[in-house]
Protein backbone atom coordinates (compact mmCIF):
# COMPACT_ATOMS: atom_id res chain seq x y z
CA UNK A 1 0.00 0.00 0.00
CA UNK A 2 1.72 3.40 -0.80
CA UNK A 3 1.60 6.28 1.65
CA UNK A 4 -0.71 9.05 1.78
CA UNK A 5 1.70 11.54 3.33
CA UNK A 6 5.68 11.63 3.63
CA UNK A 7 7.15 14.45 5.27
CA UNK A 8 10.97 14.94 5.97
CA UNK A 9 12.62 18.08 7.96
CA UNK A 10 16.23 18.76 8.57
CA UNK A 11 17.41 21.44 10.61
CA UNK A 12 21.13 22.47 11.16
CA UNK A 13 21.42 21.37 14.62
CA UNK A 14 17.86 19.47 15.99
CA UNK A 15 16.91 15.66 15.14
CA UNK A 16 16.10 15.12 11.47
CA UNK A 17 11.89 14.32 11.45
CA UNK A 18 10.83 11.58 9.22
CA UNK A 19 6.80 10.75 8.51
CA UNK A 20 5.35 7.88 6.61
CA UNK A 21 1.38 7.64 6.87
CA UNK A 22 0.35 5.31 4.73
CA UNK A 23 -3.60 5.36 3.04
CA UNK A 24 -6.90 4.43 4.33
CA UNK A 25 -5.93 4.03 8.16
CA UNK A 26 -6.16 6.32 11.27
CA UNK A 27 -2.45 7.30 12.24
CA UNK A 28 -1.22 9.40 15.39
CA UNK A 29 1.87 11.07 14.75
CA UNK A 30 3.80 12.73 18.04
CA UNK A 31 6.30 15.69 16.87
CA UNK A 32 9.11 16.89 19.20
CA UNK A 33 8.04 20.35 19.62
CA UNK A 34 5.17 23.25 18.98
CA UNK A 35 7.57 24.95 15.86
CA UNK A 36 8.29 21.29 14.00
CA UNK A 37 4.59 20.70 14.36
CA UNK A 38 3.71 23.98 13.08
CA UNK A 39 5.74 24.23 9.86
CA UNK A 40 4.68 20.80 9.34
CA UNK A 41 0.89 21.78 9.58
CA UNK A 42 1.99 25.24 7.19
CA UNK A 43 3.69 22.40 4.10
CA UNK A 44 0.56 20.18 4.77
CA UNK A 45 -2.21 23.29 4.72
CA UNK A 46 0.09 25.24 1.67
CA UNK A 47 0.98 22.01 0.21
CA UNK A 48 4.24 24.06 -0.51
CA UNK A 49 7.81 23.14 1.51
CA UNK A 50 10.11 25.42 2.85
CA UNK A 51 13.96 25.53 3.42
CA UNK A 52 14.49 22.00 5.17
CA UNK A 53 11.37 20.38 4.51
CA UNK A 54 10.17 17.43 2.34
CA UNK A 55 6.56 16.69 1.52
CA UNK A 56 4.78 14.38 -0.35
CA UNK A 57 0.71 14.12 -0.46
CA UNK A 58 -1.08 11.48 -2.00
CA UNK A 59 1.90 10.68 -3.91
CA UNK A 60 2.62 13.79 -5.23
CA UNK A 61 5.78 15.52 -4.33
CA UNK A 62 4.99 19.08 -3.67
CA UNK A 63 7.94 20.49 -4.64
CA UNK A 64 7.54 21.96 -8.02
CA UNK A 65 4.26 21.46 -8.07
CA UNK A 66 2.33 24.67 -10.57
CA UNK A 67 -0.48 26.56 -9.27
CA UNK A 68 -3.02 24.77 -11.12
CA UNK A 69 -1.68 21.54 -9.73
CA UNK A 70 -1.56 22.72 -5.93
CA UNK A 71 -4.65 23.79 -5.93
CA UNK A 72 -6.23 20.61 -7.81
CA UNK A 73 -3.83 18.93 -4.83
CA UNK A 74 -5.56 21.00 -1.80
CA UNK A 75 -8.61 20.02 -2.73
CA UNK A 76 -8.27 16.86 -1.67
CA UNK A 77 -6.66 17.24 1.36
CA UNK A 78 -8.07 18.86 4.63
CA UNK A 79 -6.14 20.56 7.32
CA UNK A 80 -7.89 21.26 11.06
CA UNK A 81 -6.23 22.76 13.03
CA UNK A 82 -6.68 25.97 15.92
CA UNK A 83 -4.48 27.62 13.03
CA UNK A 84 -6.74 27.66 10.74
CA UNK A 85 -9.55 30.14 11.79
CA UNK A 86 -13.21 30.86 10.99
CA UNK A 87 -13.94 34.27 8.75
CA UNK A 88 -15.16 36.61 11.63
CA UNK A 89 -17.28 38.59 9.28
CA UNK A 90 -19.58 35.59 7.86
CA UNK A 91 -21.56 33.44 10.33
CA UNK A 92 -21.03 29.54 10.67
CA UNK A 93 -23.25 28.44 7.37
CA UNK A 94 -21.61 31.04 5.45
CA UNK A 95 -18.02 29.47 6.11
CA UNK A 96 -19.04 26.26 6.16
CA UNK A 97 -20.97 26.91 2.27
CA UNK A 98 -18.76 29.81 1.16
CA UNK A 99 -15.76 26.92 0.08
CA UNK A 100 -17.55 24.72 -1.40
CA UNK A 101 -19.34 27.44 -3.43
CA UNK A 102 -15.58 28.45 -4.54
CA UNK A 103 -15.02 24.87 -6.03
CA UNK A 104 -18.31 24.38 -7.16
CA UNK A 105 -18.88 21.02 -5.50
CA UNK A 106 -20.74 19.81 -3.53
CA UNK A 107 -24.16 21.08 -4.17
CA UNK A 108 -25.52 23.59 -1.83
CA UNK A 109 -28.06 21.27 -1.22
CA UNK A 110 -25.81 18.31 0.09
CA UNK A 111 -23.78 20.61 1.77
CA UNK A 112 -26.84 21.32 4.32
CA UNK A 113 -27.39 17.94 4.23
CA UNK A 114 -24.08 17.06 5.75
CA UNK A 115 -23.78 20.00 7.88
CA UNK A 116 -27.46 18.80 9.71
CA UNK A 117 -26.36 15.25 9.95
CA UNK A 118 -23.00 16.47 11.70
CA UNK A 119 -23.93 19.49 14.03
CA UNK A 120 -27.40 17.13 15.14
CA UNK A 121 -24.74 14.51 16.08
CA UNK A 122 -23.23 17.63 18.94
CA UNK A 123 -25.75 19.91 19.39
CA UNK A 124 -29.04 20.28 20.08
CA UNK A 125 -30.38 23.40 18.06
CA UNK A 126 -27.99 23.63 14.67
CA UNK A 127 -29.92 26.20 12.85
CA UNK A 128 -29.29 28.54 16.13
CA UNK A 129 -25.42 27.67 15.69
CA UNK A 130 -25.54 28.39 12.27
CA UNK A 131 -27.09 31.55 12.04
CA UNK A 132 -24.13 33.20 14.68
CA UNK A 133 -20.83 34.95 14.06
CA UNK A 134 -17.41 32.74 14.99
CA UNK A 135 -17.17 35.31 18.14
CA UNK A 136 -20.57 34.34 19.13
CA UNK A 137 -19.31 30.67 19.38
CA UNK A 138 -17.31 28.28 21.73
CA UNK A 139 -14.43 26.86 21.29
CA UNK A 140 -15.55 23.26 20.98
CA UNK A 141 -18.73 25.11 18.86
CA UNK A 142 -15.68 27.32 16.35
CA UNK A 143 -13.93 23.74 16.06
CA UNK A 144 -17.47 21.85 14.91
CA UNK A 145 -18.23 24.56 11.79
CA UNK A 146 -14.60 24.18 10.89
CA UNK A 147 -15.00 20.29 11.14
CA UNK A 148 -17.85 20.36 9.03
CA UNK A 149 -16.30 22.84 6.48
CA UNK A 150 -13.91 20.49 5.94
CA UNK A 151 -15.88 17.56 5.92
CA UNK A 152 -18.25 18.94 3.04
CA UNK A 153 -15.31 19.20 0.52
CA UNK A 154 -14.77 15.68 0.96
CA UNK A 155 -11.10 15.14 1.38
CA UNK A 156 -8.78 12.14 0.71
CA UNK A 157 -6.67 13.06 3.39
CA UNK A 158 -6.99 14.77 6.74
CA UNK A 159 -4.63 15.88 9.15
CA UNK A 160 -6.06 16.96 12.97
CA UNK A 161 -3.90 19.18 14.84
CA UNK A 162 -4.73 19.73 19.15
CA UNK A 163 -8.60 19.94 18.77
CA UNK A 164 -8.76 19.17 22.61
CA UNK A 165 -6.93 22.04 23.74
CA UNK A 166 -8.17 23.95 25.97
CA UNK A 167 -11.67 22.10 26.11
CA UNK A 168 -12.98 20.35 29.16
CA UNK A 169 -13.03 16.61 29.08
CA UNK A 170 -16.30 16.39 28.54
CA UNK A 171 -15.73 18.43 25.22
CA UNK A 172 -13.15 16.40 24.51
CA UNK A 173 -15.14 12.98 24.17
CA UNK A 174 -16.99 15.05 21.76
CA UNK A 175 -14.40 15.90 19.66
CA UNK A 176 -13.22 12.15 19.86
CA UNK A 177 -15.90 11.34 18.21
CA UNK A 178 -15.15 13.43 14.76
CA UNK A 179 -13.31 10.56 13.87
CA UNK A 180 -16.65 8.36 13.34
CA UNK A 181 -17.95 10.93 11.29
CA UNK A 182 -15.41 11.24 8.87
CA UNK A 183 -15.18 7.60 8.31
CA UNK A 184 -18.47 7.21 8.34
CA UNK A 185 -18.44 9.33 4.64
CA UNK A 186 -15.08 8.57 3.82
CA UNK A 187 -14.33 5.11 4.71
CA UNK A 188 -10.90 4.78 2.15
CA UNK A 189 -9.94 7.81 3.84
CA UNK A 190 -6.61 8.58 5.79
CA UNK A 191 -6.67 10.55 9.08
CA UNK A 192 -3.78 12.04 10.58
CA UNK A 193 -3.38 13.00 14.66
CA UNK A 194 -0.90 15.63 14.98
CA UNK A 195 0.72 16.36 18.46
CA UNK A 196 3.74 17.62 20.27
CA UNK A 197 5.65 18.12 23.50
CA UNK A 198 4.98 20.80 25.29
CA UNK A 199 7.89 23.46 25.57
CA UNK A 200 9.11 23.76 29.63
CA UNK A 201 7.71 26.71 31.09
Given at each position: ????????????????????????????????????????????????????????????????????????????????????????????WENIALAAAYHGS??RERVAQITQEVLG?????????????????????????????????????????????????????????????????????????????????
Amino acid sequence: MSDALRYALRQPGSPEIALAVPQGGVSRVHLPDPQSKARFIAAVAKARCEDGEELELLGEPVERLKPAARARLLKRVGVLSPAVTLLTNLNAWENIALAAAYHGSPSRERVAQITQEVLGAFVAEPLALLARLPDQLGTLQRRLVAFVRLLVMEPELVVIDALDEGLSREECASVARLEAQYRARHPSGTLLFVDAREEPS
